[in-house]
């Protein structure tokens, strides 16, 4: 696919100005796409064709928009091979992963919520005073709501956020990143071949300070579900706010690993190696700063610097790869002055820090960088306070556990953390005192799609996943039926 068209009332289409942002492959550095730029004139269409969707898919029973839903997820599967290339052509990342990670997250993500409606519970009460009445809870779909994605697990972010949206019943006018639009073009064919009704799902591409912000500027969009950087989020929820609109924000994390004096690093060192280098460091739940029990810190320290040496970074297409490209060469400077930072303030580089040699001709002018630790970086650091969203962790070292806690919780965000140890009492405690939106114990990433999932703090506001994200994309309306008698 060259070009990337908008996808607006069931039609592919280029914006409207007839402009477009070409993009490359951050792997190869060759030319990959030509990607409509929407603005606002092309919103406005989106939300037209959304509002009129409304009276079909809004109204249509919750088994029927199941049926569509269901669809689509096989729809996603079918085309497995196509997806995942696409989204290692944008991303970078290793075609391994993306096959099996990505894509198979996305059509889970549209076959749990096309599930989840038709088993959904809901509340009722028996009231007794002042009268007799039956109360219950109504839910609706609140209208055109707009979905807003980033770039690291491109497909499956924006399906986590379309899905539930569309299963609650509401159209969605959606713009994947910038960097990252192709798999979501793909969505628009697959919703067409599912039979999802014209302008239920709208996908526009663009810039997020055109084509992002006009949907959250739009009269017509009545919820914002947006996933990205805690500026950004920030912008967003102050838009929200005067719109008077409600905002849910996924937004960055500095996550600790908080390993015990008798964690079981046999378990413990290779799922902090994936925890941290995953994706490139390109999640906002990756493992950034790793805190070591002071006992344990030679033997951690030897142990995790050896397996992140032997980590290979290259061709993305090579079943061989751990790490892929980053996302472009500007967010390769961005992370490298973030260890440059680091270095300033008095840490030393154990491994990485620098850009691989010797990669095949394929690949020689992609923006790769070999997995890098750091040690001895002081905790006011940036390097250890802001998210730097790449291969760069902090190792530190602790005595008291109460101090590790105040080391995970010192910093604005509050997305994950993990905590290593054989003592779970012990993890329960920590578990209770961070101040985090998930706690991991003795894993990582390993995620139940019912689970409440958010950050606190600068992370973000509100949960997804489960009843939580289909109670966001919904309006409840409680219903009184008085029954006559007095109590
Ligand atoms: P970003 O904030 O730059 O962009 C995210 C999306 O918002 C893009 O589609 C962009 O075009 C759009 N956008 C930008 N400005 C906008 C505006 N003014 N109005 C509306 N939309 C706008 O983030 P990014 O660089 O794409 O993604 C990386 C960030 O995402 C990291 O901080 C990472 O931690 C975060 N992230 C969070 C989660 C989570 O679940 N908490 C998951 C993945 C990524």
Redesign the pocket.
Known sequence: MREVDHFIGGAFCGAASGARISRENPATGEPLRAIARGDAADVARAVDAARRACAIWGRMPAADRSRVLLAMAAGIEARLDELARLECEDTGKPLSLARSLDIPRAAANFRFFATAILHEAGESFSTERPARAINFTLRRPLGVVGC??????PLY?FTWKIAPALAAGNCVVA?????TPTTAAVLGEIAQAAGLPAGALNIVH????E???A??DHAEVCAVS????????R??AARCGERLIPASL????KNAAIVCEDADLSIALPEIVRSSFLNQGE???CSSRILVHRSRMKEFTERFVAAVNALTVGDPLSAETDLGALISKDHREKVLAAVERGVRDGGVVAAGGEVPRGLPARVANGAFLRPTVLLGVPQDSTCVQE?T?GPVVTVHGFDRHRDAVAMANGTRYG?SASVWTRDLSRAHRMAGALDAGTVWVNCWMLRDLRVP???TKD??IGR?GGVHALHFFSEPTNVCIATGDQS
């Open positions: 807003i994605s980033p770039w690291n697990l972010l713009k994947p990143s910038e960097l663009g810039l997020g300070g084509a992002g912000q949907i959250v947006f996933t990205g950087g805690t500026t950004t989020g912008r967003i996924e937004l960055g994390g999640i906002c739940l998210e969203f997305l999932f958010g950050g992370s973000g997804e």
